[in-house]
């Protein structure tokens, strides 16, 4: 026998001239298929000379022969009654490690194939997907014969419709959408997973094993068989075997470039692996583009071969239920069918998608497939498409399903040749922290989003069903980031101009065209005002009212804003920011429905506010409010707890401190005396407790006593904070107001925590950006930067630094990072002055930079 040191030096030195094979590693079949042979040889040199009593076959993506560099090794020890072997299989596996094969094993035994096939789907399939290796052939053949024997009808169709239920499962865990950013190239959605269930599907339901003792991969073969039965176009299944061999070659590469096994393409690995492809130069996005063009590809694969699969084993409805819808279409079930043998030009097309949107169907797989092979013929041709808007805007004014209506346009390849200014959308890249999808799907998601309101029994869904242009709104939200592609700074001007030139082509009027352009040029600005600026000032409110000509406009730029943040990701949409919107919103609409300016506005709210609160001639309440004099403190805290906050001043405490638990964050506000610097040692303590603050707002008595109060989560869950922690922040807090607690020695501390938190949570990369806007009585600083821990306090000590006082601060998550937005005065009470804003734009992203 062989020495095993000897092998796994050859074995070694073998895969690693593999790996370091560039001419390979671009041909990504060839490569994975080399790397199985190759493992497959040296597990024969390891035990052949064994005699093993079993068949020990590969399974998984080595029996594909695809294995990618860091793929587990799977073999199954297939025996006809496996008690009694543990020793003998304890040996193999011992001798296989030693050699350097690192396999990961199951033992099977003829029992274990009805017993699997009742209830493990995984496992079973596994059983179907193996390769001969070593040991007893016929034990193996046996095997085979008794997996296709358990195939009882019955059983085929349970098992099929698991695999439904199993892929559902799948793209709920890894990500629904096949134009996720960060994707995992095996699971998400249009990922090699896709392909594979399609696979074993066609196994199950005819009854074959598909792997055998050829050198080519599982999915070559599969390819093969697909174009011999012509199960679809020739065209087709080459667009799949490119994209596939795109993902695989990804893979292959992310495995060598991480040195472990590695599925998810973050970020950084793939701007690693666009300068690793030729074709790419380095160039992430075009890498991504083409990606995402690939895994779409793969994913309408996907769906259009388990559609046929489904119609294959479900009843089928008889055709004198047939509804007919004209001369050319009906409706059988929840399928629309074409009845006709006319050509299917565009027009048709069209009318075929306002079908499936007016009645909540889908289409049958012949009608789908008949679909993409014209959508491939026109493409291919490069043939102008006869343009009409009819059954397009007919699409918009459905009463629901708009939204997937044009996620099914898009997928199958329609709605860009419609609208050719949508394809460059297809695929687009938004680097971001919380960013979760492509601009493209983005776009769709949001337009599902607001549709799906109508369901809800909310003021949000109510509000949505008594809009009269709801078509405006939806082609505002298809819109709204038109113009990304060719700058994503500025791209609300430009995508105006864009929507109104297709809008002038499909025939809208003037007046339609004049309010979709505002909706998609001011579509940030809502969101821009209630998550950045005090709602409780005058200036800001006139400012965003004077935006608006009409209710109509002020009505759907809310539900565009509410479209455009709930598809971001979940992250982003949450219950502060949905308060702040309608705050905002409604304020806005008291305003242009009374022709009230913001201070009228403001000042009827401080009568109501006051006359709630006082309950009498309590002086020292008047007193309280009038050395506050501000209208924001009178909205943030109840009549109750003002007067809580009069009882503890009163008391003359050096601190108090409040919890309190709202819906989605908890509550902190501080009373305290004021002294230098003291918001910055607030915000550090909270730091140093792995506190996110959403929302800082400062209130200060003419007297000095100060009433801050934060918004906040805990860091990693982005929960409430847990109750037994309150002690220890309080202590903490009241540290810091008397100057006792040692922020730095603190930090240092928890230095390497937060690190891990961190790499955990945030990306390093994104713009430090510094702007500064005018205002009546304040300067308003918005400080954009990627988000850190303890990145708050920072800001706040430089502005303590400068000589600079917080009135009001905001901190707003924003798809690539934080934007915090602070009203200061300098330390004489006025308004910053121009000369100083390149000295402040200076200290800040240096801080920011050094924190990075």
Request: glycine content about 4%; charged content about 30%; aromatic content about 12%.
């Amino acid at each position: 026998m062989v020495d095993a040191k000897e092998i796994k030096q050859k074995y070694l030195a073998a895969k690693e001239e593999l790996f370091r094979n560039p001419e390979l590693l671009k041909e990504p079949f060839r490569f994975c298929s080399d790397f199985s042979a190759l493992v497959e040889n040296f597990i024969y040199q390891a035990i052949s000379d064994f005699g093993l009593n079993c068949a020990l076959v590969a399974a998984g993506s080595f029996s594909r022969r695809e294995l990618s560099p860091h793929s587990d090794v799977d073999v199954l020890f297939i025996f006809d009654e496996a008690e009694g072997n543990d020793d003998n299989i304890g040996s193999y596996i011992t001798r296989l490690w030693d050699c350097g094969l690192e396999i990961s094993h199951t033992v099977r035994q003829f029992s274990d194939i009805e017993k699997f096939r009742d209830v493990d789907l995984h496992a079973f399939t596994q059983f179907f997907e193996t390769r001969f290796l070593l040991g007893n052939r016929k034990l193996y053949q046996e095997w085979n014969k008794r997996l296709i024997a358990s195939l009882l009808p019955e059983k085929k169709v349970e098992i099929l419709k698991r695999f439904f239920d199993d892929n559902k499962a799948r793209y709920k865990k890894f990500g629904e959408s096949p134009k996720l950013l960060e994707p995992n190239i095996k699971f998400t959605a249009g990922g090699m997973r896709d392909v594979h269930v399609v696979e074993w599907m066609y196994s199950f339901k005819n009854e074959i094993i598909l792997t055998d003792q050829s050198e080519e991969t599982q999915t070559e073969k599969f390819l093969s068989i697909l174009k011999n039965k012509m199960l679809l176009s020739r065209g087709e299944i080459n667009k799949l075997e490119k994209s596939y061999k795109l993902l695989l070659k990804t893979r292959n590469i992310l495995h060598l470039t991480n040195k472990k096994k590695n599925d998810r393409l973050e970020f950084v690995a793939q701007e690693k692996i666009a300068a690793e492809i030729d074709e790419f130069g380095g160039d992430w996005k075009k890498f991504m583009k083409a990606y995402f063009a690939a895994a779409g590809v793969i994913y309408r694969f996907s769906r259009t071969m388990l559609k046929r699969f489904r119609e294959q084993i479900n009843a089928k409805i008889s055709d004198q239920l047939l509804v007919e819808l004209d001369e050319d279409f009906s409706l059988r079930g929840d399928k629309i069918i074409i009845t006709s043998n006319k050509e299917l030009v565009f027009q048709n097309i069209l009318r075929a998608f306002y079908y499936r949107g007016k009645y909540g169907a889908s289409f049958d797989e012949y009608l789908r497939s008949m679909i993409i092979d014209a959508i491939n013929s026109i493409e291919e041709k490069s043939e102008h498409v006869q343009i009409s808007s009819v059954f397009f805007r007919e699409i918009l004014n459905l009463e629901e399903n708009v939204g997937k209506t044009l996620t099914a346009m898009s997928e199958l390849g329609v709605l860009q040749l419609y609208l050719p200014e949508f394809k460059d959308l297809i695929g687009f890249f938004q680097p971001g922290v919380y960013h979760c999808y492509t601009a493209d799907e983005h776009t769709l998601i949001a337009m599902i989003n607001v549709e799906n309101l109508c369901s809800e029994d909310s003021f949000m869904g109510r509000f949505y069903c008594l809009i009269k242009r709801r078509d405006l709104l939806l082609l505002s939200i298809l819109l709204h980031d038109i113009g990304k592609p060719i700058s994503v700074s500025g791209h609300e001007i430009i995508g105006a101009e864009i929507a109104s030139t297709i809008m002038e082509r499909l025939g809208y009027d003037l007046e339609e065209i004049e309010l979709v352009r505002f909706l998609v040029r001011n579509h940030l600005v809502m969101e821009q005002t209630a998550f950045r600026r005090n709602l409780n000032d005058p200036a800001t409110l006139n400012k965003f009212a004077s935006s608006f000509d009409s209710l109509e406009a002020l009505d759907l730029l809310y539900l565009l804003t509410f479209a455009d943040l709930s598809a971001v990701s979940p992250v982003i949409w949450t219950q502060w920011k949905s308060d702040l919107l309608f705050e905002l919103y409604s304020k806005t609409k008291k305003m242009i429905s009374e022709r009230l300016s913001g201070a009228e506005l403001l000042s009827e709210k401080e009568d109501e506010a006051i006359a709630a609160i006082e309950n009498g001639n309590n002086s020292l309440l008047k007193e309280h409010i009038d050395l506050i004099n501000d209208l924001g403190y009178l909205k943030e805290f109840s009549s109750e707890e003002i007067a809580d906050h009069v009882r503890k001043i009163e008391h003359g405490l050096d601190v108090e401190i409040f919890f309190k638990e709202l819906s989605s964050f908890t509550n902190i506000t501080i009373i305290a005396k004021d002294s230098f610097n003291l918001l910055a040692r607030l915000c550090g303590a909270l730091a140093i407790n792995d506190i996110n603050i959403h929302d800082a707002k400062i209130f200060t008595r003419k007297d000095g006593v100060i009433i801050d109060t934060f918004n906040v989560t805990e860091f990693r869950s982005d929960k409430l904070i847990d109750e037994e922690k309150y002690e220890k922040i309080g202590g903490d807090i009241k540290l810091a107001v008397a100057n006792e607690l040692a922020l730095q020695k603190e930090f240092l501390k928890v230095k390497t925590k937060w690190k891990r938190i961190e790499n955990l949570f945030f990306s390093k990369s994104g713009k430090i950006k510094v702007e500064f806007e005018k205002h009546d009585k304040y300067t308003i600083i918005d400080v954009y930067a990627p988000d850190k821990l303890g990145l708050l306090y920072q800001i706040t000590q430089i502005f303590t630094s400068l000589g600079l006082s917080i009135y009001f601060a905001k901190i707003s998550t924003k798809e690539d990072g934080v934007v915090d937005s602070f009203y200061v005065l300098d330390g004489r009470g006025y308004k910053v002055s121009s000369k100083e804003f390149e000295l402040i734009r200076y200290e800040l992203t240096e801080a920011i930079e050094n924190m990075l």
